[in-house]
């Protein structure tokens, strides 16, 4: 492999040190050297100029659920946008759903999560081993360290999915979560706000984080609560459920030892903004007291779902039906208007994605109030309607997380903690309205708002976005730019670097300023844009 020279460029090495103005050689898939001006530039067989730029590590996104796109054959295509971000690394696996262990009498459970997929993948593993070697023989378009879902093991070794496991089922289960965490997983994620997590007794939690903390692998969460009021806890609870959800985690933490990393620490819905503090002063005394624990976050106010995710339990069980019950719908609508109006959710808060209802492609990016319109309904009645029609397939970015235009304090203080990492917690169709987090999250976190909102220096926001995630999930050699560590590196213009947000339903864009990106050695992006077809990644196996 040719010698490649990143010549008089700011180094920004990822330690959060000041930068400085020097050289990068990099021969094979290493850095070489790191040289610091004035000292001429190396000699090398191609130079790439980085004056006026940045150069620094690879930015890891730390929440991905990109794993389900590496392992199909044209996941260049479809991960494009976040190689053009500057995203080198996805730490995947997350929200209890990994595509490993599978089982396949119970593949009807993985299907159940189609909607969020490009399509459904080909299942040709079992083990955590045998998907990392799907993805390294497919050849993945960026690096992968992969977590091992709590909901994937419990599909694979379970046939209960609601409550406590049998005790035999329950071993088996930490024996194959033990398996796929000694296959070179990097830690163990759950989705508590999901089946089956939601019905997962403490003690089920606790018993796979000791089996997590025994490999010495961090434990990620998406707590059982995200806002003041939600379905896993019953209504009579007095106190914020997001909160009670924390308290819970940081005591399951206190108990097993575990590294415990809260995922996209957002507070959804108007009424749950007035939390974030109460909850950051909560993690920071546990912190105080010795708990490993940090969280992570994406620098917007919306996040994607499916659109049944606001639907209650007990209508989804008798759904086909229930959508032509009279008194089913009108005990639905009531319930829907007191929780919005007690959360502070409207339906013009929803915005749809991927409306997956062939024909009707012309209501993507919009919002449900402005669907109703042109379908002369309620809000009520078409939110229902989608849902009907597409089995709950319709993908939404639901807005208010932490914050809306205008009041994003709450989101703010979280992304400027220093107890926080940085994600994009994106799907990825290749069609569709998209997630902005997807196009532009690291280039808004490098750009607006260090220059604008200046939540942080640039060294700490290429710090959380590379070498402190990098340490965090025991990715070594990465992050960093020095002498000896794997050439993930970015070029990027610090001047003009940013996302290109969305105006009304015109879709997001393209980020601007990521000049030049750089995996495992080779040269990937070229001003701006992705070399067709290219597959440099790993898989990286910790």
Known sequence: MATIAITDGTIIDGTAAAGFRGHVLVDGDRITDVIRAPARPPRADATIDAQGCVVCPGFIDMHSHADWLLCLEENPDLLQCLVEQGITTVVAGNCGFSPAPFREDTFFRFQQHTPLLARMPDFTWDTMDGFLERIREIGPCLNVAELTGHAAVRFAASDTMRGAMKPEEHARCLRLLAESLDSGACGLSFGLGYEPGMYSPLTEIEDFCRIARSRGKPVTVHLKALSILSPTYPLTTPEPHNLLALKEMLAVARATGIALQLSHFIFVGRRSFQTAGTAIRMVELARHDGVDVQFDAFPYTCGNTTISVVLPHWFLKKAPQAYRNPLLKLRLRLELEAGFRLVGFMYRDFQIMDAALEGNEDLNGLRITEVAQRWGMSPFDTLLRLCELTGGGTLMLFHTYSGEPGREEALEAVLSHDACLFETDVIIKGRGF???????AFPRICGPLVRDRRLFTLEQAVHRSTCA????????DRG????????????????TVSDTPDSGSVAPGKPTGIRQVLINGRHVVKDGAMVPG???????RT
């Not at 998209?434 to 532009?440: E, H, S, Y």
């Not at 960093?480 to 001047?495: H, N």
């Not at 290219?534 to 990286?540: C, K, M, P, Y």
């Open 434 to 440: 998209p997630n902005p987090a997807a196009l532009g």
């Open 469 to 476: 995630s990098a340490r965090r999930f025991g990715l070594k």
């Open 480 to 495: 960093e730019v020095r002498k000896g560590a794997v050439a993930d590196l970015v070029v990027f213009d610090p001047l």
């Open 534 to 540: 290219q597959r440099s990644g790993r898989v990286l």
